[in-house]
């Protein structure tokens, strides 16, 4: 009854720009920390940037200075603005919450199905 979409994904030039949402629909009472994750082919999933409800953030090495994290709690959305794109940020990307449906169960923690980023010339 929980679940994320993610959109803006797809293929840009080296050097481009593309900006990730991802909408959480259903039960939702609240969402705690979300966060996008991406996996490239053959590699593990890794975070690429998280953010909490307070809007504290936190980002991986190799994406600091290029990508910005934000969210917006009204509307149970988190976007990822990815700019100054390299063919190594090539991979599936993937939205994360931890969600809260009622407040007498625990936090859930729910996965969008992934949207893809190409970066090639």
């Known amino acids: 009854q929980v679940q994320l979409v993610e959109s803006g994904g797809g293929l840009v030039q080296p050097g481009g720009s593309l900006r990730l949402s991802c909408v959480g629909s259903?039960?939702?009472?609240?969402?705690?920390?979300m966060g996008w994750y991406r996996q490239a082919p053959e590699k593990q999933r890794e975070l690429v940037a998280g953010?909490?409800?307070?809007?504290?953030?936190n980002y991986a090495d190799s994406v600091k200075g290029r990508f910005t994290i934000s969210r917006d709690n009204a509307k149970n959305t988190v976007y990822l603005q990815m700019n100054s794109l390299k063919p190594e940020d090539t991979a599936v990307y993937y939205c994360?919450?931890?969600?809260?449906?009622?407040?007498?169960?625990?936090?859930?923690?729910?996965w969008g199905q992934g949207t893809p980023v190409t970066v090639s010339s």
């Open positions: 953010i909490t409800r307070g809007g504290s953030t």
């Open positions: 994360n919450a931890k969600i809260n449906p009622n407040p007498l169960f625990p936090l859930l923690e729910v």
């Open positions: 259903g039960r939702i009472l609240s969402i705690n920390d």
